[in-house]
């Protein structure tokens, strides 16, 4: 069973070791799915108490009728209502889940990619990265 929660702790630490190392597309990607981590731990979080902490799939019903969002910030966000209402009220919110998302193209697709952002939109998504990543921990602690 998955643990999005130690992963998320474990992608941010990557995260941030990729940008010491100044290694700006291995840092976005890295920094996209320790959000996309992050969702999901809150998605498990938000489940029914006594429901299994596992997607719904054609095969398995573990007592929800969650189903694993993939890679989507967008459809991890549409799996956890209260979550997904704060972030429609907050334009800023929704600027930072689009630029970390897709900052040049869909981050799980940046592993491929070899052109280096410049340093101002590095910059841009850097603190995108860091906005969400603390605006998304403290809206786990009050949901």
């Not at 969702?39 to 429901?51: D, H, N, Q, V, Y």
């Not at 966000?77 to 600027?95: F, P, W």
Request: positive net charge; contains cysteine; glycine residues 4%.
């Amino acid at each position: 069973m998955e643990d999005y929660h130690a992963a998320f702790l474990e992608r941010h630490k990557d995260t941030e070791t990729l940008n010491s190392s100044k290694r700006k597309i291995a840092t976005m990607h890295f920094g996209g799915c320790t959000i996309e981590c992050l969702l999901k731990s809150m998605i498990f979080a938000s489940l029914p108490r006594g429901a299994n902490r596992e997607w719904k799939t054609d095969s398995n019903n573990p007592g929800h009728t969650t189903t694993n969002p993939g890679h989507s910030f967008q459809n991890a966000l549409r799996r956890h209502n209260r979550l997904n209402s704060r972030v429609q009220n907050l334009r800023h919110v929704m600027d930072w889940i689009s630029l970390v998302e897709s900052p040049s193209g869909h981050f799980i697709n940046l592993r491929y990619s070899s052109n280096e952002p410049s340093d101002a939109d590095y910059k841009k998504w850097l603190s995108a990265y860091r906005s969400l990543k603390s605006w998304l921990e403290k809206q786990a602690t009050t949901l």
